[in-house]
């Protein structure tokens, strides 16, 4: 118990000194890893609940022209907290829920999102932003489901992002 309370101690006084987000609004576009190098296949969106708080509902789309014509379509509404801060860069714990659905195979999907995040802010008004979301799914395919946990590289996203 006596190691956690330096810990905790720095964990306050480094959240102390994040860039303060409260009443914020963010907006901007992403990438994806697996995304075409200039085409931005998320949306992300910002807004400052609290000093350290951030409510950040994204939405990806990709579509694939094969036979059929394919689409994946996936929606997280993620809560961040700035863990630790240093100047004008901030290291975020997320946590949320995810919805997403696939034309072929097709698939519908629900979860509970974990990850880190990491924002730098270039100016008052311009962040880039990098995420990392792993966590648990429930997957339901037409003739399966599936309760998993994942861990990809796919996960990754990288952003830019506009506050107003």
Do not use: C
Not at 3 to 29: H, Y
Not at 84 to 98: C, F, P, R, V, W
Not at 151 to 161: E, F, M, Y
């Amino acid at each position: 118990m006596k190691k956690l309370i330096p810990l905790f101690l720095m964990l306050v006084i480094s959240t102390a000194l994040a860039v303060d987000m409260k009443g914020k609004i963010g907006m901007g576009v992403g990438w994806t890893v697996n995304s075409e190098i200039f085409a931005p296949n998320a949306v992300i969106t910002k807004y400052g609940l609290g000093e350290n708080l951030v409510l950040e509902p994204s939405l990806t789309f990709s579509y694939n022209k094969n036979g059929e014509g394919s689409y994946l379509f996936d929606l997280k509404l993620l809560f961040a907290y700035a863990l630790m801060a240093h100047e004008k860069t901030n290291l975020y714990a997320k946590a949320g829920i995810s919805f997403g659905m696939q034309k072929t195979p097709k698939m519908t999907s629900f979860g509970i999102p974990l990850g880190l995040g990491l924002e730098h802010f270039l100016s008052d008004h311009f962040a880039v932003d990098v995420n990392h979301v792993m966590g648990f799914a429930y997957t339901k395919y037409d003739e399966s489901k599936l309760m998993n946990f994942t861990i990809t590289t796919s996960n990754l996203t990288a952003g830019l992002v506009w506050y107003y």
